[in-house]
């Protein structure tokens, strides 16, 4: 069977709080973040950072105005000293119900 017959290969990623899209082709930044997005929040995690890079901020605008329309996202932000402006500090929507 010829290599590009074969099935693409699935690669697993731990997810921590930090996702770095570097090594992403532009096409799949979609899809990358909104599948970290979910995969944070299975795991719990809230308080998130995506690392997009700064260059002329194509990319920062494709992850913000994802993040903009996920119903997930309390709200998102530079990420200051984690980052500066190549990265978006990202708080998810807890879960957690305070009784009354």
Do not use: C, N
């Amino acid at each position: 069977m010829a290599s590009e017959d074969r099935p693409p290969e699935i690669i697993e990623i731990e997810i921590t709080d930090t996702l770095d899209l570097h090594s992403f082709p532009p096409q799949q930044i979609g899809d990358v973040v909104e599948s970290f997005l979910e995969a944070a929040l299975e795991k719990g995690l809230v308080r998130l950072r995506i690392i997009h890079g700064k260059g002329i901020g194509v990319q920062r605008q494709r992850v913000r105005s994802l993040l903009a329309r996920h119903p997930r996202v309390e709200s998102y932000s530079d990420a200051g000293d984690a980052g500066g402006w190549g990265a978006t500090t990202v708080i998810l929507k807890s879960d957690i119900v305070a009784e009354p």
